[in-house]
């Protein structure tokens, strides 16, 4: 496991990390399709926190993109490196996350986050920003809609409404699996809307969340509580 430290400089306030989206959001890449489906690696990642302990975790966990199976995984852990602020969370991640990343002993190939990328009130959640740090093609994975505005897709799997922000369309609902609540698919850096909802179908065989998604959940939690033990 990677032990993280705040960088230096990091946004200690609001208005400070408002700044540098602001600055990062003009470098998201929207005109690439991104690799194609089922080829390569993909990467889950996620985080845990302990903000008792002023702890986080994060895992990375590589898969084969075309049979699903774990390929590689790393751990990070460090403190919380921002206060709770809606719309500000990447700023709590990003560090710890980035670190897993680099822990990996391969290529991450797309990643996939349990989050948002353009489907921000800003523009700019944790799939871009982590997209635009480390060029690597991201999309956002979420579940639930944040503050946007979505007609129910069709109930079969693969049915996909738009996700709005007023008229702008800023993601999709997508149906995983029959019947069940769709997961709100968003790009973040270097891969359009349409590659992200068909990485996210292969992603999902069997459940509601993508596989990358699962296992770097269950990873970053079995971290956490060894690392607070």
């Not at 719309?87 to 897993?100: Q, S």
């Not at 995983?176 to 292969?202: E, M, W, Y």
């Amino acid at each position: 496991m990677t032990i993280v430290s705040i960088p230096a400089g990091w946004p200690v306030t609001e208005e400070q990390a408002r700044a540098v989206q602001d600055e990062l959001r003009e470098r998201v890449v929207l005109d690439e399709p991104g690799p194609p489906p089922g080829t390569g690696h993909v990467t889950g990642v996620d985080v845990a926190y302990d903000d008792e302990r002023d702890v986080v975790v994060a895992a990375a966990v590589v898969l084969d993109a075309a049979t699903r199976e774990v390929v590689a995984e790393a751990t990070a852990v460090g403190r919380v490196s921002f206060p709770y602020v809606p719309g500000l969370l990447a700023f709590r991640e990003i560090p710890t996350v980035m670190a897993a990343l680099d822990a990996l002993p391969r290529p991450p190939g797309l990643v996939v986050c349990d989050g948002y990328g353009l489907a921000h009130p800003r523009r700019f959640g944790l799939a871009s920003h982590l997209g635009v740090l480390t060029g690597l093609p991201t999309i956002g994975v979420a579940k639930n809609p944040f503050t946007f505005s979505y007609e129910e897709p069709g109930a079969r799997r693969g049915s996909a409404s738009p996700l709005l922000a007023g008229t702008d369309e800023v993601g999709r609902a997508l149906r995983t699996q029959d019947g069940i609540k769709p997961v709100f698919v968003s790009v973040g850096h270097r891969v359009d809307l349409g590659n992200a909802c068909a990485h996210t179908l292969a992603l999902t065989p069997k459940y509601r969340l993508p596989e990358s998604t699962r296992r770097a959940d269950s990873l970053c939690r079995q971290a956490l509580r060894q690392a607070t033990s």
